[in-house]
């Protein structure tokens, strides 16, 4: 199976390349800006005559408006080329590529999927451009990645590139640090069957637990990170904002994020391939991500984030890896049935109760390990069609 897999490194770049890059990634974004603005433009005046046709000073809107059109955009770079020579400084792919992203901004709107584009901003924390691969203009070494305009840039890489490389974003994070996100298509054949299933359980004392017994206890850089980014918070809506010191503050804020972000993604991705390796069939509750949203708890929004991160990586590695990933519906009561004899006690409800015995069966659980357990079962119903719960 053909799938598309992402590498971030950092890169360091010498002076000289860090010019280019600046230099592409004000370019990439004045093209940006550009042809969004040529289209609001004309979005703008079929507003209006629509709006005069409903006013009744025109009888009928014959301008029938005009969808972004990529290919007369991407010509009209060459063009844009003449009248702003600065332009022909810049990575020319990436100002291709530039275009290619209103088109796709624009898909979007248009199938409602998405807002109006909106400009790109200077003062955005993060600043990026991405460029394409053509006839070997990339390509990665031990040490270097080499990139148009740029030669080779030394890079930090901590894993293979395996496949073949489709484009790359460069990145430049608020802290000023360089980094590289590399897109391949590669080839996966799939894991090996197990015969296993297994039911997960997430939480927030310990991140997940299974239902064979293993635990995924939730780092305790999390901890401190969170209360660093709480008290970072506090600093920021405390500054007047547009400040210079609330920008500093700002920039702080995001660089912790990050850091919490990244830390995050690498924990995620150990434990999802590991699961999907040891296990076929595997499941999961629902996550309901609109409810999500609505929490204003910091601890919780955070581990809220990783858990929707960790489901889409487990169905898209399921994929891959020719697994199956079985949601259970929101209001499967995995908590409160008892796993042994299907008893269902309401007092489990109460999240503070860790352990419970139940009356039926007198047999003794802990809440989170019953709980995965429950929902192996139940993945395990839904797949094989059965009816009850066994
Ligand atoms: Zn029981």
């Given at each position: 199976?053909?799938?598309?897999?992402?590498?971030?490194f950092r890169i360091y770049p010498?002076?000289?390349q860090?010019?280019?890059?600046?230099?592409?990634?004000?370019?990439?974004?004045?093209?940006?800006?550009?042809?969004?603005?040529?289209?609001?433009?004309?979005?703008?005046?079929?507003?209006?005559?629509?709006?005069?046709?409903?006013?009744?000073?025109?009888?009928?809107?014959?301008?029938?408006?005009?969808?972004?059109?990529?290919?007369?955009?991407?010509?009209?770079?060459?063009?844009?080329?003449?009248?702003?020579?600065?332009?022909?400084?810049?990575?020319?792919?990436?100002?291709?590529?530039?275009?290619?992203?209103?088109?796709?901004?624009?898909?979007?709107?248009?199938?409602?999927?998405?807002?109006?584009?909106?400009?790109?901003?200077?003062?955005?924390?993060?600043?990026?451009?991405?460029?394409?691969?053509?006839?070997?203009?990339?390509?990665?070494?031990?040490?270097?990645i080499?990139l148009?305009?740029?030669?080779?840039v030394r890079m930090a890489?901590?894993?293979?590139?395996?496949?073949?490389?489709?484009?790359?974003?460069v990145?430049?994070?608020?802290?000023?640090?360089y980094f590289v996100?590399?897109?391949?298509?590669?080839?996966?054949?799939?894991?090996?069957?197990?015969?296993?299933?297994?039911?997960?359980?997430?939480?927030?004392?310990?991140?997940?637990?299974?239902?064979?017994?293993?635990?995924?206890?939730?780092?305790?850089?999390?901890?401190?990170?969170?209360?660093?980014?709480?008290?970072?918070?506090?600093?920021?809506?405390?500054?007047?904002?547009?400040?210079?010191?609330?920008?500093?503050?700002?920039?702080?804020?995001?660089?912790?994020?990050?850091?919490?972000?990244?830390?995050?993604?690498?924990?995620?991705?150990?434990?999802?391939?590991?699961?999907?390796?040891?296990?076929?069939?595997?499941?999961?509750?629902?996550?309901?991500?609109?409810?999500?949203?609505?929490?204003?708890?910091?601890?919780?929004?955070?581990?809220?984030?990783?858990?929707?991160?960790?489901?889409?990586?487990?169905?898209?590695?399921?994929?891959?890896?020719?697994?199956?990933?079985?949601?259970?519906?929101?209001?499967?009561?995995?908590?409160?049935?008892?796993?042994?004899?299907?008893?269902?006690?309401?007092?489990?409800?109460?999240?503070?109760?860790?352990?419970?015995?139940?009356?039926?069966?007198?047999?003794?659980?802990?809440?989170?390990?019953?709980?995965?357990?429950?929902?192996?079962?139940?993945?395990?119903?839904?797949?094989?069609?059965?009816?009850?719960?066994?």
């Open positions: 199976m053909k799938v598309k897999k992402t590498f971030r010498n002076k000289n860090i010019t280019f890059i600046h230099k592409t990634i004000g370019c990439a974004r004045f093209v940006y800006n550009y042809f969004t603005g040529k289209q609001k433009e004309k979005d703008i005046y079929w507003y209006k005559v629509n709006e005069m046709v409903q006013n009744g000073q025109l009888l009928q809107n014959n301008w029938k408006g005009e969808f972004f059109n990529k290919n007369k955009a991407i010509k009209a770079v060459r063009e844009l080329k003449k009248n702003y020579p600065f332009l022909k400084e810049a990575d020319s792919i990436a100002l291709q590529k530039a275009v290619e992203n209103v088109n796709d901004s624009y898909t979007r709107y248009y199938k409602k999927q998405k807002r109006a584009p909106r400009f790109k901003s200077k003062k955005n924390p993060v600043q990026s451009y991405t460029t394409k691969y053509v006839n070997g203009n990339i390509a990665v070494f031990d040490k270097h080499k148009p305009k740029l030669g080779l890489k901590s894993r293979e590139v395996e496949g073949r490389i489709m484009n790359v974003t990145r430049r994070n608020p802290a000023g640090k996100s590399i897109l391949v298509e590669a080839e996966v054949d799939p894991h090996e069957k197990t015969g296993t299933s297994v039911g997960i359980d997430v939480g927030l004392t310990d991140f997940a637990t299974l239902s064979d017994g293993t635990v995924y206890e939730n780092p305790r850089f999390f901890r401190t990170l969170e209360e660093k980014l709480a008290k970072a918070q506090v600093i920021l809506s405390r500054r007047q904002i547009g400040s210079a010191n609330w920008q500093k503050q700002k920039r702080k804020v995001a660089r912790i994020h990050e850091k919490i972000a990244n830390k995050r993604k690498d924990m995620l991705n150990k434990i999802s391939a590991e699961i999907i390796k040891n296990h076929d069939i595997i499941g999961i509750e629902d996550l309901s991500v609109k409810k999500m949203l609505k929490n204003r708890n910091l601890a919780k929004l955070i581990s809220d984030v990783s858990w929707s991160v960790f489901q889409a990586m487990l169905e898209y590695k399921a994929t891959w890896y020719g697994k199956q990933i079985v949601k259970v519906a929101k209001n499967y009561p995995s908590s409160q049935l008892c796993s042994h004899c299907g008893h269902q006690n309401q007092d489990v409800k109460n999240l503070a109760l860790r352990a419970w015995t139940c009356d039926i069966c007198q047999c003794h659980h802990q809440r989170d390990v019953n709980a995965s357990r429950n929902l192996r079962k139940e993945a395990l119903r839904l797949t094989a069609g059965t009816v009850g719960i066994a």
